[in-house]
């Protein structure tokens, strides 16, 4: 039987974060958490795969106790299981202790054929955590994979198309394989009532440092984490520019000389 696993984390709803001008700090009251949107096409992608060729999910996140709803929304729309790794000890991680706390942890649970990722999530948005994943997992990794079209489980390989800068190109990979998914052909799945009912009763494995044997702590949390952010600024947005239409190329062009001469 397949074994699908989908990375998915709780981001705050940055449209509604502000970041102080004067400390640099971002302004996380009151804002909600959502899940990150990229890995609801993620878990569709791998709901997708489950459909047509059979199998079971299992979702993971690494995050506060209350990432537990986004596991909830997903498990929902078609996820079986669901691993929350969730500890003090992991907290203040970069990417790079991240990924090592995720798979650590997901080893302790099981071997997975498929991973699914986001592209890239909408608040650290660093696009790194997929890479990082398929190497811990000794997986091989398709970034930017658009289309299934066909997952051979007796032959161990599945044929990917991913998207380029403009074009796409279809690659034939041996699994374990991870995938960091486009939403272009997997749309977020919507639950159904049924879904969520199912999904209230659903047991969520929570994971801590301490169900992790041989978890290197010098690895993890903020001594794991060998990026710092010395300060965090808002971007200085362009002067908005000027729209020249005079109604015809002649006068337009005419008016733009003025402007320049002047
Ligand atoms: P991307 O690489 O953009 O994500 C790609 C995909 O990876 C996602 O779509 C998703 O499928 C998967 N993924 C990403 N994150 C997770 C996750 N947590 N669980 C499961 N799957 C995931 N964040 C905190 O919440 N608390 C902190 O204290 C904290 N401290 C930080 C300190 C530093 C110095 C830095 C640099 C970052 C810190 N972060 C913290 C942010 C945290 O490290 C990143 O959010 C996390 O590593 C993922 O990076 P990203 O958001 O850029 O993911």
């Given at each position: ?20 001008p ?39 996140t ?11 929304e ?50 650290g ?5 997929g890479?990082q ?99 965090t ?15 015809s ?14």
């Amino acid at each position: 039987m397949l074994k699908l696993l989908v990375c998915i984390k709780q981001v705050p709803d940055v449209d509604q974060m502000t970041i102080d001008p004067e400390t640099g700090k971002i302004n996380r009251t009151g804002v909600p958490s959502i899940l990150n949107p990229l890995d609801a096409n993620a878990v569709a992608a791998a709901v997708n795969v489950k459909e047509t060729y059979g199998g079971e999910i299992t979702l993971i996140t690494m995050g506060p106790p209350s990432a537990e709803a986004v596991l909830r929304e997903c498990l929902a729309v078609g996820a079986d299981y669901a691993i929350l790794v969730t500890d003090r000890a992991f907290g203040n991680a970069d990417t790079l202790a991240t990924s090592y706390a995720i798979v650590s942890a997901a080893k302790q649970i099981d071997h997975y054929d498929l991973i699914f990722c986001g592209k890239e999530t909408i608040d650290g948005a660093t696009g790194q955590m997929g890479a990082q994943l398929a190497e811990r997992f000794d997986a091989a990794q398709i970034t930017s994979a658009c289309l299934i079209h066909t997952v051979d489980e007796a032959n161990g390989t599945l044929v990917v198309e991913r998207e380029l800068e403009n074009s796409t190109e279809t690659l034939e990979v041996t699994m374990p394989c991870l995938l960091t998914m486009e939403k272009t052909h997997y749309p977020a799945r919507m639950p159904s009532l049924k879904g969520k009912m199912a999904a209230k009763k659903k047991v969520i494995t929570t994971m801590t440092s301490a169900d992790i044997p041989d978890l290197d702590f010098n690895r993890i949390g903020d001594s794991g984490s060998p990026t710092k952010v010395p300060r965090t600024f808002p971007p200085v947005m362009p002067e908005p520019g000027i729209v020249i239409d005079e109604g015809s190329v002649t006068a337009s062009v005419a008016k733009l000389l003025t402007f320049i001469a002047e």
